[in-house]
């Protein structure tokens, strides 16, 4: 489940690259589509349209992570158009690094045993994916520096949700989903241009990317992630990159030679020891 869940989400970056709407609206689409989805699934996993939180300070944190969240997908989304999938996907994965550093900062967490190890194999790859990259040569590193602070977002996403205690994944997804959904209007009015889909392509395409990706991606990876231990756990979460890497090769032409695929490894075998560190 967690494998398949990474993987589907893995699609999302193509989503993306496919629309023709703004960042914010594709974000807005995304969640809007996928909340009636989460509300059947609800009353036939529950039988109640109702999300009932289990502490009152649920909905806060949600919100909070939502924010952050919503900042990481729009930031993301307007990388899209400027560097490769490649890079855009591995970047933002590059989260955990940050969550180990926030707790640190924040909850005076103390990292992990090996962290020190897993940050610098990790930026040495990123670095090397950006210097090796068309983007260095062509002066549009803009795309990576994006996806860096992207990936600080989704970071604050998931140190708040890591601090949920036993609410309910349904739950949790259901609301961030919805708040994603609100705090994406603001930046969708401001970007301007044409918010509503106006082919049936752009409606299927919007529509799979809530169904596989918000829907099916995000509540699979919810469940799978305490099912399992947590170097499967860390190999698993790594089918979301590679998936939008291949794809990316196959649909945009984005091969990457072999210095690239070097550092890519490079890099995901630094996510690997970071996501290591955090799902103990």
């Given at each position: ?140 590193v803009f795309g990576d520096i994006l996806c860096m602070i992207a990936a600080i977002g989704y970071a604050v996403y998931l140190l708040v949700i890591s601090r ?24 969708m009015i401001y970007d301007g241009g044409n918010h509503i889909p106006t082919s049936h392509f752009e409606w299927t395409n919007l529509f799979l990317m809530a169904f596989l990706c918000q829907f099916g991606g995000q509540f699979l990876i919810t469940i799978g992630i ?55």
């Amino acid at each position: 489940m967690l494998a398949f869940g990474a993987m589907l989400i893995g699609f999302a970056p193509i989503f993306v690259k496919w629309s023709l709407l703004s960042p914010s609206a594709i974000l807005f689409w995304r969640m809007l589509l996928a909340l009636p989805l989460l509300i059947i699934f609800n009353y036939v996993v529950n039988k109640q349209f109702l999300f009932r939180v289990k502490n009152k300070n649920t909905i806060f944190y949600t919100a909070l992570a939502s924010l952050a969240f919503t900042t990481d997908l729009i930031l993301w989304h307007a990388s899209m158009s400027i560097t490769s999938v490649s890079n855009a996907t591995i970047i933002v994965n590059s989260a955990p690094i940050f969550v180990a550093i926030l707790a640190f900062l924040i909850f005076k967490e103390k990292p992990a045993k090996g962290f020190g190890i897993s940050f610098l194999t990790t930026y040495i790859g990123i670095i090397g994916l950006i210097i090796f990259s068309n983007n260095f040569t062509s002066g549009r590193v803009f795309g990576d520096i994006l996806c860096m602070i992207a990936a600080i977002g989704y970071a604050v996403y998931l140190l708040v949700i890591s601090r949920l205690g036993k609410e309910t994944s349904l739950n949790i997804i259901f609301y961030t989903t919805f708040f994603c959904c609100l705090f994406s209007i603001l930046p969708m009015i401001y970007d301007g241009g044409n918010h509503i889909p106006t082919s049936h392509f752009e409606w299927t395409n919007l529509f799979l990317m809530a169904f596989l990706c918000q829907f099916g991606g995000q509540f699979l990876i919810t469940i799978g992630i305490g099912k399992v231990s947590a170097s499967n756990g860390s190999i698993g979460l790594l089918m979301q990159p590679l998936t939008a890497t291949i794809l990316a090769a196959f649909i945009f032409s984005e091969i990457l030679n072999l210095i690239q695929i070097l550092f890519v490894l490079i890099t995901l075998i630094g996510i690997y020891l970071a996501r290591l560190s955090i799902i103990k």
